[in-house]
Structure formats: structure tokens, C-alpha cells
């Protein structure tokens, strides 16, 4: 028997959870802090305060914005990869 799904592709990427990470400093540039915001909500998560060192770092592009929001919000991107994990068993029937 021939399946007909053995050819079918899934773009899991098109059920990604939306993240976006920001850093952002005080008006003189002495203090940083960094933000979150995830699967489309209006009310991120509190702003940790971080080095400058490390907000360049970012801005730069020298740390993956998945790396970055694993370091500042570990419990949120837990929770990310739990439901990523589970969507993409549900569509390959695991």
C-alpha cells in the first residue's frame, strides 16, 4: 500500500510561536535592560536589567535572539519548546 501523505511537507515554521526581545537603555546610556514579548501579547514580560556589554552584544547580533530569551526568560522559553515539541507531535502522529 502506497501512502498518499509519504510526499507531504510540513512547514512547522509556520507554527512558530511569535518572540521578540528588545534591549533598551536610560536616556544618559548607563543603564540597560532588556524585554520580551511572546506569542503576540500586548503586555511583555517585566524588563530585567543587563550590561551594556551584553545589550551590544545582542544588538550586534553576536547572540541568537532564541540564546537571549533562554538566558532572561528561561521559565517562558520552557515553556516555548514544550509547546513547539507538542504541535509537531500532534502533526507527524507521535
Given at each position: 500500500m502506497i501512502d498518499p501523505l509519504d510526499t507531504?511537507?510540513?512547514?512547522?515554521?509556520?507554527?512558530?510561536?511569535k518572540r521578540?526581545?528588545?534591549?533598551?537603555?536610560?536616556?544618559?546610556?548607563?543603564?540597560?535592560?532588556?524585554?520580551?514579548?511572546?506569542?503576540?501579547?500586548?503586555?511583555?514580560?517585566?524588563?530585567?536589567?543587563?550590561n551594556r556589554r551584553m545589550a551590544i552584544s545582542f544588538i550586534n547580533n553576536q547572540i541568537s535572539k532564541d540564546d537571549w530569551l533562554t538566558r532572561f526568560f528561561p521559565k517562558q522559553m520552557s515553556v516555548y519548546h514544550n509547546a513547539i515539541d507538542q504541535t509537531r507531535r500532534q502533526l507527524l502522529g507521535i
Open positions: 507531504l511537507q510540513i512547514d512547522v515554521q509556520s507554527y512558530d510561536l521578540v526581545a528588545s534591549v533598551f537603555a536610560d536616556n544618559a546610556g548607563e543603564r540597560w535592560w532588556t524585554k520580551a514579548w511572546f506569542n503576540g501579547r500586548d503586555k511583555g514580560e517585566p524588563a530585567i536589567e543587563i
